[in-house]
């Protein structure tokens, strides 16, 4: 898949939006072009001229070249392209490739390798035009894009990592194959995901366990999007489409990030029945989260319904599982004399991540406390009222049986 190479001297442009409305936008740009190397391996010198990129529909053809063309931009480095590909409101860099004596017939022109970036991570587009020596007018060859440049996910979830190209049918590289190639890349580390070879519909032999295309929609729609069966931890990085023709090539990248929010526990649970003035320590362990960082916080709710944070508690260092997952713990001490919680109260952990925030609750209850509540008083009452009844109950059933024993005694006598 990497046979395909680029034969072109390179020069670069940057583009940034100047003006939004509601035609195609208008780029300001730096043509930033590099100089004859000096030997031994060393760069050369580059030179950097202003530049502008219009970009329109044919019916704004016309009105652009009666507009006069801004007096400190060399009218060289003006450049037209169509509008069809486009969207407003995009910005990012254009390359120019110039011609080689190596080049087939076809490639002797400039050639433009444009990467744009929608806002809010929309949308992702390259694109490969090309422009007749001495013209300014571009037609696009090859477009690669992708509407997925931030996919989050769960574990064990399939993913779907877009990605659809175009060949413009009128070149002749339309028709003379096509390959695409799937690439990680992580912390200055990277490996093939797979790669596609269209023309002889054959797969490369490295290829990531459950990683697939639909190769049906790969010829009929352009559809070169990376199908994963599961999420892993692993999976978490940046991922790079490359569409190749013949000598020429565009790509997108997109970032996939798995996160798993943690699962909470509480020991011990349930609590002990603790005294005032005792310190109780309870530990919260959150689990197979994915990535790091996690936030512990812990709060407690009162009879009055009222939830105060608790800053009393340490946090443990990280632990990963075999999986990739994390897990992390905290230890809370409770002193019951400084809470004035009464009888208790309800105990909160709170894990706080990416992929979403967690809870869990013990009840915490304290005995012999100094000053019982109303309820309390009541209940009490209640006892004593239904002891002083059964009391009365016993002494009333056994006065009743001692006086009609004297009753018979006192018959038999007569």
Known sequence: MTDFATIYKLSLITCFIQACSSSCPVLECWFVQEKAGRGGGLTGATTQE??????????????????????????????????ALFYLHLCGSVCVFK??????????????????QGLNDQLSVSTITRAPTGSKEHSVILSVTSKTVLVKARLGEPVLLDCSFWVNPSSPLSGSGFAVEWRYQFRGRGRLVLAYDGKTDRLADAQEEGAT????????????????????????????????????????????????????SIHPSPLPLAVPGQTVVIQCEASGFAPLPVEFKWEVKGADGKSRPLDSFSVTGHRQAWDGTFSQSSRLELHTSKLDLGRGGEVTCVAVHAGGTRRTSVTLNVIGFSSPSIEDSMAMVGVALVLYGLIKFVSWTFSSSGSDEADKQEKVIL
């Open 50 to 83: 202003k530049s502008l990129l219009l970009i329109r529909t044919d019916a704004e053809r016309q009105s652009d070249e009666s507009q006069q063309e801004p007096s400190d931009i060399n009218p060289d480095r003006v450049y037209f392209s169509g509008c």
């Open 99 to 116: 011609d080689s004596g190596l080049s087939p017939v076809y490639l002797q022109a400039e050639w433009f390798s444009s990467a744009f």
């Open 213 to 264: 295309l639909d190769f049906e929609a790969v010829h009929e729609t352009g559809n070169a999007s990376l199908i994963m069966q599961e999420a892993k931890v692993r999976h978490s990085g940046t991922y790079i489409c490359t569409v190749y023709l013949p000598h020429l090539l565009a790509q997108v990248a997109l970032d996939l990030e798995i996160e798993e929010p943690p699962s909470l």
